[in-house]
């Protein structure tokens, strides 16, 4: 039988359109689908199963489609693209996915053949050994097997996001949804309405069921609908776009295709995901029908009754001149009427309902046509190589009549598309009447219109629509008049799977097409013990492929139901999870992808960093310098090597604008500060400063950093880069909710400097050369003083303190003069070879000095005692953060770990960061006993001024094992033997700090 | 002030603005110490924005303000206006001047190309004149103050190169 045309306003059959598939050239009009090309070319079969290579073609007409999935290779190609959505283009290659050597002959079809042994749970129950069978044999052999289409090999897309804030949005433009617009134009309300096709009018446009309304035709009636919700003031209209997502708090997530039916442009966004906050959620986006197992129900040839009136009318194709039609509902009723108005004939009719119930104009229909009705019959089964040739009726009892023909519709009832609604997690019931399940009740401002919320009479819908809507401010009553061309009362007999005439073994009637979950596999799944709905939807994997059972999970329940001779209410639904439609990764992604990927900090020095050819870190967002490569060459550990050299022979310039500072001021800074930090403040010289540690309230080290103390209510406090926010936050949730009493305030400043550390042995000429007039002797600026001093139109200042061992100092730059400061910085220092360092170097030149790093040296489980940092706790404070923990049993037992230093007997063995210490000198190979394990390297370098390695650790009991012998246990199990000391290897006394 | 972006219905414009975080209890005394010294009487409401020729004054949280010159001035004198208002032992003036970046946008279309880089609602009925925002804009922690016909945007000058590209890159799709 061949597929006809049939003239269709919606396809444009001027513009003939070639695209191939599988290599092979067709034609089809703009405006048609895959699907809907291929069907114009008699096209039937499009893939093979996913686990049992099946031959599959199309089964429906839109985004429930399980069977008819394709790649399209001329795109970015995605896999699984559903031909009844995708729209075709010129030149557009399209191949089908899961088969090899090709479509028509694939060998993975030799699985239907093992098909008895392939029963639910086989993968759980068969590929249970031998150990390690399952990551090397069975994982590769089964993932080249079975599966859907082939994932992209470059991520290449381009997608933005886009985000609405309004006050309703109006989910399906079909005729609910359009007279909930028309309620809303003009209005105060800010509207989104949102439709998946690419125009509106969703069911008016696939059937003839609706004649006129209010008098006009209803294409008629549509444009005039459009045009005044396009030129109303409060309504915007997204087209090609699919809400995938209800969240909580009427958050709504939608995905729009900005290429249907084009080539997708390099440079454009070929997706958008529209992010919606809005009050109320209307729901008008109808119902899916669903399928009936049966022997053979997945056969090229099958499909959907409405999925074939929506071919007709939308794209103007007959799928088949003469299908079999077989339902148990009224729905069909527009089908029949369809073709025979075409001048086509259905082959015969098969109802499961009494004659009493169905409808008189069909039966009228069938007797005017003398179509061949069976009623009260069921379709068997269906048989054929490749496409359905044949279908078994069964009339009575057993009494099987075979009829020839290439297709068959079938209908099993409608479900309100309900996924949205469960999704915001509104509350369905079973309608027994209508066999659906449907809204009951919204768990947000969710309003559900038309068939969506079990409606299924055009008549009742500008009634529901005004009951409904009226709530809303400036609404009026519609008055809307329809005629109508379908059943008047919904009627429909519970048919889930119709008996097999004959047991066997590859006999298979499939509740969900897309994973190959069959009738008898559900059957198998409760008499294992899943009969709850979860439990045997995991078992089976029933109704978790793309399409997420949209035409069959019901039927699957319905099933189930009888397996357990329970009501469908009592067996329950599993919970529609988003997204509704595949999302593709690109899309959830937006820009933030590649150079966008992280948001990115840059000091005022940057663009010097990069023409000086600094190799960066990310330190938080901060890209820092991590060391200066000289030449092309040089890898990090000479670069490091040399700059560490070089700070400590003549001088070094680090970038530290990213340390964070903190501005602290109010009448009871003092108090705050001695609270906030360990260190006793009340003493402190104002313009001095003092190293000052931070505690939780666990008495844990939470940052440390610079306090300089202006007077007794001003204060700057400076931070680790990483600690800034943290630091500022645990200073306001202290001061606002702890000490709502002080009066104190404080402001991050870290963005107003730009900070400069110079250190080494000619810091304090450089800078008197580049501040003629500050005098930076050790007289009139000793160690930890500070100063403000003019620079320009600016003010600067400048803070003794290093970080290196070295004589040092802190200059503090507003970012505007900063790089300009620190190029003459480099230009009054060219006779002593100033080097610009960064933090590699700066974490050797520290760690040779034994200086710790927060969050390297320390975890989050050690104290200030266990750092040898006893010095900095304000004895006489009567209170500060951490106070009370410092003094609980396990903070002051002996044999915590503490913090040593560490140096290899043999001078040319290395450390590494992580290796743990250990008692014993030889470790068995294989370990088959536990080790005893003292502590671990937090730090280790090595020393190009010692000329050997230095490490730092962290190990129970250090300080009485200092000058004692330990082991560094390596990969290899081999053990190296290192001396435990004092944690200071270069200039212990301080001298060089303090000179 | 720098011309960064022009198209249909939206002008960007970076401005060299300086800009001082104010913090106090936002009292009578507060109000005639930062008046006397601008002419400006400090927003009451949160998020209320007030401003004249020279200033944008906002009340960003209960005892913060932020006060925008928007005519350049010397440093020394923002430093001097700072070290003014520090001299009140209960109040904190701190210099952002060159810490932060602004963006002048105007232009009829202005909410339609923000709405591809921020969740926030940009409706007048949520986002009246004279109000002000703190949100991400283009994921980057930003200042919004809706003045008569556009906005300015501030952020961190840290993600200036970051925020300009993502910005223009989004808005250009």
Not at chain 1, 467 to 476: A, D, G, S, V
Not at chain 1, 750 to 775: H, M, Y
Request: net charge positive.
């Amino acid at each position: 039988m061949s597929a006809l045309n049939n003239k269709s306003p919606y396809v444009i059959d001027d513009q003939k359109i070639s695209f191939t598939f599988d290599g092979k050239k067709y034609f089809g009009f703009k405006g048609d689908t895959i699907a809907s090309a291929l069907l114009r070319n008699n096209i039937r079969l499009i893939g093979r199963s996913f686990k049992y290579h099946r031959p599959r073609g199309i089964y429906t007409c839109g985004i429930e489609e399980p069977n008819a999935l394709v790649q399209i290779p001329s795109e970015y190609n995605d896999p699984n693209i559903r031909a009844t959505v995708k729209q075709i283009y010129e030149g557009m290659v399209v191949e089908s996915q899961n088969r090899w050597p090709s479509l028509k002959n694939d060998i993975g079809s030799i699985n239907n053949l093992f098909s008895p042994l392939f029963s639910a749970g086989f993968y759980y129950k068969t590929f249970m050994g031998p150990k390690g069978f399952w990551k090397k044999v069975y994982e590769p052999l089964i993932r080249k097997t079975a599966g859907l289409g082939k994932p992209p090999k470059k991520f290449k897309s381009k997608s933005i996001h886009f985000y609405h804030n309004v006050d309703i949005v109006i989910v399906g433009a079909g005729l609910s949804g359009l007279l909930a617009a028309k309620k809303l134009v003009d209005t105060e309300h800010d509207v989104l309405l949102i439709e998946q096709d690419n125009f509106l009018g969703g069911i008016l446009k696939n059937t003839k069921k609706i004649k006129t309304i209010n008098g006009q035709k209803v294409n008629e009636w549509l444009k005039k609908t459009e045009t005044l919700i396009k030129n109303s003031k409060n309504i915007n209209v997204l087209k090609n776009t699919t809400v995938t997502t209800y969240n909580f708090s009427n958050h709504l997530v939608a995905l729009e295709d900005k290429s249907v039916g084009n080539l997708q442009e390099k440079n454009k966004p070929e997706l958008v995901l529209h992010k919606i906050r809005t009050k109320h959620a209307i729901l008008a986006n109808g119902h899916i029908e669903r399928f009936i197992s049966f022997r053979n129900n997945d056969l090229p040839g099958v499909m959907l009754a409405a999925s074939f009136e929506k071919y007709i009318h939308r794209y103007g194709v007959i799928p088949d001149n003469s299908p079999v039609i077989f339902t148990n509902n009224s729905s069909t009723f527009s089908l029949v009427k369809s073709l025979i108005d075409l001048g086509c004939k259905p082959q015969a009719y098969v109802d499961a309902r009494e004659k009493k119930q169905i409808e008189k104009k069909t039966l009228d229909l069938l007797d005017t046509h003398n179509i061949p009705a069976y009623i009260k019959s069921e379709i068997e089964g269906c048989d054929g190589k490749n496409k359905v040739e044949e279908v078994s009726v069964r009339a009575k009892k057993n009494n099987i009549t075979k009829i020839k023909t290439s297709m068959l519709c079938v209908s099993g009832g409608l479900n309100p598309d309900i996924h949205l609604f469960t999704q915001s997690r509104g509350l369905i019931k079973w309608d027994s009447t209508q066999l659906v399940f449907k809204p009951n009740s919204s768990f947000q401002n969710t309003i559900t219109l038309g068939s969506v919320s079990g409606n299924f009479s055009y008549k009742k819908t500008s009634e529901e629509v005004n009951k409904k809507l009226n709530f809303l401010e400036e609404t009026k009553n519609l008055e809307v008049k329809l005629d109508i061309n379908d059943f008047e009362k919904f009627n429909i007999k519970e048919l889930w799977e119709t008996k097999h005439a004959k047991k066997s073994l590859w006999s298979k009637s499939f509740a969900d097409l897309q994973n190959d979950v069959t009738t008898r596999d559900l059957k198998q799944a409760v008499l294992e013990g899943f009969d709850r709905i979860e439990h045997l939807k995991r078992f089976t994997t029933n109704s978790m492929g793309t399409d997420q059972g949209k035409i069959s999970s019901v039927n699957s329940l319905g099933i189930v139901s009888k397996i357990l001779k329970k009501n469908i209410s009592e067996v329950g639904t599993t919970i529609y999870r988003p997204p509704y439609t595949p999302v593709s990764f690109s899309a959830i992604a937006g820009r933030s992808t590649y150079k966008f990927y992280d948001p990115e900090r840059k000091t005022p020095i940057h663009p010097w960093h990069v023409n000086n050819n600094a190799v960066f870190e990310d330190v938080g967002q901060w890209k820092r310098p991590w060391y200066f490569k000289k030449h092309d060459g040089e890898t990090m550990y000479e670069a490091v090597q040399r700059e560490s050299k070089q700070v400590r022979r003549t001088a070094g310039i680090l970038d530290g604008t990213t340390l964070g500072k903190i501005e602290i001021k109010g009448k009871d800074a003092l108090t705050f500060m001695n609270l906030v930090y360990t260190n006793d403040f009340s003493k402190t010289k104002p313009m001095s400063g003092k190293y000052a540690l931070m505690l939780g309230e666990d008495g844990m080290v939470k940052d440390d950093g610079i306090v300089c103390k202006i007077n007794d209510q001003h204060f700057i406090a400076t931070t680790t880069t990483g600690g800034a926010m943290n630091v500022l936050s645990h200073m306001e949730e202290y001061a606002q909710t702890e000490w709502p009493n002080l009066n104190v305030y404080m402001n991050s400043v870290t963005e107003q400097f730009a900070t400069f550390n110079i250190s080494g042995p000619k810091s304090r000429i450089i800078l008197s050369r580049v501040f003629s007039d500050i005098d930076f002797s050790n007289e009139k600026f000793p160690f930890m003083t500070f100063n403000k001093f003019n620079y320009l139109e600016t003010e600067i200042r400048i803070l003794r303190a290093s970080f290196t061992g070295e004589i040092g100092y802190e200059v503090y730059v507003p970012p505007k003069y900063a790089l300009a400061l620190w190029e003459k910085i480099f230009y009054y220092s060219k006779d002593f070879d100033l080097v610009p360092y960064g933090t590699e170097t700066m974490h050797l030149l520290r760690a040779e000095k034994g200086y710790i790093i927060v969050g390297q040296d320390t975890d989050g489980t050690v104290t200030p005692i266990d750092l040898n940092l006893n010095w900095m706790i304000g004895k006489n404070k009567k209170d500060f953060i951490g106070k009370r923990s410092l003094i609980r049993s396990d903070i002051v037992k002996e044999n915590r770990k503490q913090l040593v230093g560490i140096l290899p007997l043999n001078k040319s063995e290395n450390i590494e960061e992580g290796q743990h210490i250990i008692e014993s000198e030889t470790l068995s190979t294989p370990i088959r006993k536990p080790v005893k394990m003292l502590g671990h390297i937090t730090s280790s370098y090595y020393s190009p001024t010692l000329d050997h390695c230095v490490a730092m650790a962290l190990i129970k009991e250090g300080r009485k094992l200092i000058g004692g012998k330990a082991f560094v246990s390596t990969p290899n199990l081999k053990t190296i033997p290192v001396q435990i000391v004092k944690p200071a290897f270069v200039d212990p006394k301080n001298e060089k700090l303090l000179s | 002030m720098t011309k960064l972006f022009s198209t249909e219905g939206m002008d960007v414009v970076q401005k060299d603005l300086q800009q001082v975080i104010l913090r106090g209890k936002g009292d009578e005394q507060f109000a005639q110490v930062i008046n006397k010294e601008i002419s400006l009487l400090p927003p009451s409401d949160n998020l209320r924005v007030v401003n004249n020729d020279e200033f944008i004054f906002a009340k960003q949280s209960f005892d913060q303000w932020c006060l925008i010159s928007l005519k350049e001035q010397s440093h020394k004198d923002i430093l001097k206006l700072v070290s003014i208002i520090n001299a009140n032992e209960e109040m904190l003036a701190s210099d952002y001047s060159y810490g932060q970046v602004y963006f002048e946008i105007t232009g009829n279309n202005k909410n339609y190309y923000l709405n591809k880089l921020t969740h926030f609602d940009f409706r007048p009925k949520k986002f009246p004149v004279l109000t002000m925002a703190q949100t991400l804009v283009a994921r980057i922690d930003c200042s919004i103050y809706h003045l008569q016909d556009k906005y300015v945007i501030s952020c961190n000058s840290s993600f200036e190169d970051y925020f300009k590209d993502r910005f223009l890159d989004t808005i250009s799709l």
